[in-house]
C-alpha cells in the first residue's frame, strides 16, 4: 500500500473527462436543449430590460459553474444604441454537501 496513493490519483486523474471535453458537451447541451437555450435567452432579456440606459452593470451569479451563458449578454448590451456600460459579473459556485445526523 505504501506509495499507492499517487499512482491510484494518476489513474484516476487520467480517466476523468479534460475540461475542454466538458465545455464542449456543456455547449451542445445548451444549443441542443430548447429550454435551457430559452431560459438564457430569458434571462438576458430580463437583465437587459432592468439595466436600460445604465452605464454601469453588476451581476452576481450565484452557480456560475463555467459561465458560458454570460456570451449572449455581452453581445447584447454591446449592441445597446447608446453603448456598451461598464460590465462586472461576479460569479461564485456553491457546493452544498448533505450529510446524515444521527
Given at each position: 500500500?505504501?506509495?499507492?496513493?499517487?499512482?491510484?490519483?494518476?489513474s484516476l486523474d487520467n480517466n476523468s473527462p479534460s475540461v475542454g471535453t466538458i465545455l464542449r458537451t456543456y455547449?451542445?447541451?445548451?444549443?441542443?436543449?430548447?429550454?435551457?437555450?430559452?431560459?438564457?435567452?430569458?434571462?438576458?432579456?430580463?437583465?437587459?430590460?432592468?439595466?436600460?440606459?445604465?452605464?454601469?452593470?453588476?451581476?452576481?451569479?450565484?452557480?456560475?459553474?463555467?459561465?458560458?451563458?454570460?456570451?449572449?449578454?455581452?453581445?447584447?448590451?454591446?449592441?445597446?444604441?447608446?453603448?456598451?456600460?461598464?460590465?462586472?459579473?461576479?460569479?461564485?459556485?456553491?457546493?452544498?454537501?448533505?450529510?446524515?445526523?444521527?
Open positions: 500500500m505504501s506509495g499507492a496513493g499517487a499512482q491510484l490519483y494518476t455547449r451542445s447541451i445548451v444549443m441542443d436543449v430548447p429550454y435551457v437555450n430559452f431560459g438564457i435567452q430569458f434571462c438576458t432579456t430580463q437583465i437587459l430590460d432592468a439595466f436600460k440606459g445604465a452605464t454601469h452593470v453588476h451581476v452576481i451569479d450565484y452557480g456560475i459553474l463555467y459561465g458560458l451563458h454570460w456570451p449572449c449578454l455581452i453581445q447584447e448590451l454591446g449592441k445597446r444604441p447608446e453603448g456598451p456600460p461598464h460590465l462586472r459579473i461576479t460569479g461564485t459556485t456553491f457546493f452544498i454537501l448533505l450529510s446524515k445526523f444521527n
